[in-house]
C-alpha cells in the first residue's frame, strides 16, 4: 500500500505561484513513477504532469507545459509541483498519485492516490 497526502493548495491571483507537495509513504511508494491530476467542477480528472522514479525525467499536459514543473526528493519520499503564472482556468482540485509508467495520462492506469488540495486563481 502506498498512502499519499498532498498540501500547498490556496487561493492565489491571476499571474502569481504556487507550490504543492505530496508526500507518500507505504514500503513499495519509491518504486512508483508520480504523477499530478486537477479536477475542476463538473468536469473529468485531467493530466498535469508526471515524474520518473528512475532518472527524474517528466512530462507534461500541453496546457501547463512552461508554466508549471514537476521533481521529486526521493530522500524525502516527496514530489512537488510548481506552478508559475497561474491563470482562473487553473483552478481545480489537484491530486497526486502513483503509477508504473511515466507516461500514463489516463487516470485509471493510477493505482493510488491522495485526497487532492484546493486551488483557487483569482482573475
Known amino acids: 500500500q502506498v498512502q499519499l497526502v498532498e498540501s500547498g493548495g490556496g487561493l492565489v491571483q491571476a499571474g502569481g505561484s504556487l507550490r504543492l507537495s505530496c508526500a507518500a509513504s507505504?514500503?513499495?511508494?519509491?518504486?512508483?513513477?508520480m504523477g499530478w491530476f486537477r479536477q475542476a467542477p463538473g468536469k473529468e480528472r485531467e493530466f498535469v504532469a508526471s515524474i520518473s522514479m528512475y532518472d527524474s525525467s517528466t512530462y507534461y499536459a500541453d496546457s501547463v507545459k512552461g508554466r508549471f514543473a514537476i521533481s521529486r526528493d526521493n530522500a524525502k519520499n516527496t514530489v512537488y509541483l510548481q506552478m508559475n503564472s497561474l491563470k482562473p482556468e487553473d483552478t481545480a482540485v489537484y491530486y497526486c498519485?502513483?503509477?508504473?509508467?511515466?507516461?500514463?495520462?489516463?487516470?485509471?492506469?493510477?493505482?493510488?492516490w491522495g485526497q487532492g488540495t484546493q486551488v483557487t486563481v483569482s482573475s
Open positions: 498519485a502513483a503509477s508504473r509508467n511515466l507516461y500514463y495520462t489516463a487516470a485509471n492506469k493510477y493505482a493510488y
Open positions: 507505504g514500503r513499495t511508494s519509491s518504486s512508483y513513477d
